[in-house]
């Protein structure tokens, strides 16, 4: 596609349930990243992979939380029992994967945990 | 750990005048970033920064970097109302980036 696509733009979820928000990177690139943003806040990592192979998922709040990507492309965050304070924006970027490359980011997944 | 500060946090110009928005980080960062949100919407990119002395300009905006000093800046000049949005920086050493709180910047006619 055009941009970094997510899914679904919109949750609302119950308390104790889990979540699965799925992100598909631009096409061809190779690093993938998991962001939370709250309101008024700036984004905070999460999780970076680059193809299937996650390197960095020191950002990740707890055991709750997990993420993958099977063949190098698409993405899923999911949270497992989820809590009230998950409720935020959850926003994926990719990049083509050199340092320094632009990273784009997309629209981002509302979370919210009633 | 990397610490990114930005200020001011809110600025309030006027149209036609010219403004500048710091980001100072705390340990060395090999890249730095600026992004522009506007409401309810994306991260959008505006400049990627790599080596000391680098600038880029785009239009009214224009962005340096100072990694001795740990500084970046971004310079706006001859502000008009469509600039009006949360601009960020961003650094990191790894590819885990540390973002600022973000400026929110208001232009008013």
């Known amino acids: 596609g055009a941009g970094v696509s997510q899914s679904p733009r919109y949750k609302v979820t119950k308390r104790g349930q889990d979540v699965a928000l799925r992100c598909d990177p631009i096409s061809g690139h190779v690093s993938l990243y998991w962001y939370r943003q709250a309101l008024g806040q700036g984004p905070e990592f999460l999780t970076y992979f680059n193809y299937e192979a996650q390197q960095d998922k020191s950002g990740l709040p707890n055991d709750r939380f997990s993420a993958e990507r099977p063949e190098g492309s698409i993405s899923t965050l999911t949270i497992q029992r989820t809590e009230q304070r998950d409720s935020a924006m959850y926003r994926c970027?990719?990049?083509?994967?050199?340092?320094?490359?632009?990273?784009?980011f997309g629209e981002g997944s509302w979370l919210t945990v009633v | 750990e990397l610490k990114v500060e930005q200020n001011p946090l809110f600025l309030s110009m006027q149209e036609e005048k010219n403004y500048t928005i710091y980001c100072n980080y705390s340990t060395t960062s090999d890249r730095l970033y600026w992004y522009r949100q506007d409401p309810g919407k994306s991260l959008e990119s505006l400049f990627v920064l790599l080596s000391n002395g680098a600038v880029k300009q785009e239009g009214r905006l224009m962005a340096s970097l100072d990694t001795k000093a740990r500084l970046s800046t971004l310079h706006i000049t001859a502000a008009v109302h469509d600039l009006s949005a949360t601009y960020f920086c961003a650094g990191g050493g790894s590819e885990k980036l540390v973002f600022g709180k973000g400026t929110k910047l208001t232009v008013n006619p």
């Open positions: 970027a990719s990049s083509i994967g050199g340092r320094g490359d632009t990273i784009y």
